[in-house]
Structure formats: structure tokens, C-alpha cells
């Protein structure tokens, strides 16, 4: 898989998209938490389900494809 996101410098995870294809799977998350925000006033469990559900799919994706995978960093030592 290709990379689309581009590891933190200092901590554990990914930093910003630097592909396209992260860039539109982070837009289609802020989407979806959207949705899922406004979706909590009239059904609060559906909406924090949305919420979570689509938090670990992110998760997923972006571990699996950072440049890198995700370990801790610690600046220009790492």
C-alpha cells in the first residue's frame, strides 16, 4: 500500500496527508463526524456510534499507511 500520510516528527502516529488519496480519507472522516455530530441531538447513540465507528476506521487506515508505520519518534534522534 502506498503512503498517504507522513509520520509525526515527535510522539506516535501520523502527521498530515501527503497524498491526495489522505487527503480525500480525511475529508470523507470530517464528513462522517459531522454527520455523526448533528445526528447526536435527535439519536445520541447513533450518532456516537457513527462517531467511533468511523474514528477506528481511520485508525486503521492511517496506520497502515504512513510513511513509516506508526512508532514513537523523538525529532532528528529518530
Same mark, same amino acid.
Given at each position: 500500500?502506498?503512503?498517504?500520510?507522513?509520520?509525526?516528527?515527535?510522539?506516535?502516529?501520523? *502527521?498530515?496527508? !501527503? +497524498?491526495?488519496?489522505?487527503? %480525500?480519507? @480525511?475529508?470523507?472522516?470530517?464528513?462522517?463526524?459531522?454527520? #455523526?455530530?448533528?445526528?447526536?441531538?435527535?439519536?445520541?447513540?447513533?450518532? *456516537?456510534?457513527? !462517531? +467511533?465507528?468511523?474514528?477506528? %476506521?481511520? @485508525?486503521?487506515?492511517?496506520?497502515?499507511?504512513?510513511?513509516? #508505520?506508526?512508532?514513537?519518534?523523538?525529532?532528528?534522534?529518530?
Amino acid at each position: 500500500m502506498a503512503d498517504w500520510f507522513a509520520p509525526k516528527k515527535y510522539g506516535y502516529g501520523s *502527521g498530515l496527508p !501527503i +497524498a491526495w488519496q489522505g487527503w %480525500v480519507v @480525511l475529508l470523507i472522516y470530517l464528513a462522517v463526524v459531522l454527520a #455523526g455530530a448533528l445526528l447526536v441531538e435527535r439519536r445520541p447513540l447513533a450518532g *456516537g456510534s457513527l !462517531i +467511533a465507528a468511523s474514528t477506528l %476506521v481511520i @485508525l486503521v487506515v492511517t496506520a497502515r499507511t504512513t510513511r513509516g #508505520g506508526w512508532r514513537w519518534r523523538w525529532g532528528s534522534r529518530d
